[in-house]
């Protein structure tokens, strides 16, 4: 299987793009995250086209995330359970909405559970967001948790934008973000305590950094200047992850009129 996952920031915008990928890469799976359309508005005449099954849930044109697959799409799960919700109209108030912003979805693909997750920005260390940030990777650490004491030999992959620079190699300049998000050390912690449950970043070990990104913000030339982070990830269970046989992140994929800001990863499992 060839899983991929990509912040497309506007599927309607990008389609030719994602589908041209999905061809050129022999991609059986993608994970989406930021579509940006209710899903009356995605397309899936043109992954229907490709021979590509679809599950979205996008409630507005913020957000949103999908999953195609091209070996089965069972099991449509939205959101994860207790999935916690953010009222942007309370101003620092958190619910226990399981959806308010379309952040998770989650389907079983050839055998495997794949999660495409949207991980909150955090906006500003002292942003009500933040703790909404760390608050839902808690609860997703928590259910990834308990799925692997269930069943270690589940096959899962927790994919997609984490809005997290896990480590001073993946980010352009670690002074420049000293007091931002995706550095702090809270949420640093949160990505690796993800890593403690038992599931593993299996991209890395094929793309080595420093210097290695998934995203470059579309000012200041960042990416012409290989200023970029790295925070898109496909994490495996114990199980899946080694069947890893390859993995990479297309990073002509932010080149030219219309990218992303966001490049997509791929990994290739065996069985």
């Known amino acids: 299987m060839r899983l991929a996952t990509w912040n497309v920031n506007s599927v309607r915008s990008r389609i030719d793009r994602v589908t041209a990928f999905l061809d050129r890469h022999d991609i059986d799976v ?3 995250q930021e579509t940006k359309c209710r899903d009356d508005q995605f397309p899936y005449e ?18 949103g995330v999908a999953i195609v697959s091209r070996v089965g799409l069972d ?11 953010f009222d942007k109209n309370a101003g620092d108030s958190l619910i226990d909405s399981p959806v308010v912003e379309a952040r998770a979805i989650g389907a079983t693909c050839g055998g495997v559970r794949v999660w495409s997750l949207y991980v909150p920005n955090g906006r500003a260390l002292d942003d009500p967001h933040y703790a909404y940030k760390l608050d839902w990777l ?5 259910g ?7 069943d270690p030999a589940a096959r899962i992959a927790l994919v997609g934008d984490w809005n997290i620079a896990p480590t001073d190699d993946d980010v352009w300049s670690p002074d420049f973000f000293t007091g ?5 050390d809270a949420e640093r912690a949160a ?3 993800m890593l403690d449950t038992g599931f593993r970043d299996v991209v890395r070990p094929f793309t080595p950094g420093p210097g290695v990104y998934t995203y470059w913000d ?11 982070m790295r925070i898109d990830f496909i994490l495996a269970s114990p199980a899946l992850a080694d069947q890893v046989k390859d993995a990479a992140i297309d990073r002509e994929e932010r080149k030219g009129k219309g990218a992303s800001d966001h490049a997509p990863v791929i990994a290739e499992f065996t069985g």
Not at 75 to 85: K, S
Not at 144 to 150: M, Q, S
């Open 180 to 184: 931002k998000t995706h550095t702090s």
């Open 144 to 150: 990834a948790t308990r799925w692997l004491a269930e």
């Open 191 to 193: 990505f690796q305590a």
């Open 75 to 85: 099991d449509v799960e939205v959101a994860f359970p207790d999935q916690p919700g």
């Open 218 to 228: 579309y000012t200041q030339l960042r990416f012409p200047r290989k200023e970029g």
């Open 30 to 32: 993608l994970a989406i």
């Open 138 to 142: 808690s609860t997703l650490r928590a």
């Open 46 to 63: 043109q992954f229907d086209a490709a021979g590509y099954e679809v599950a979205h849930v996008g409630l507005n044109q913020w957000n």
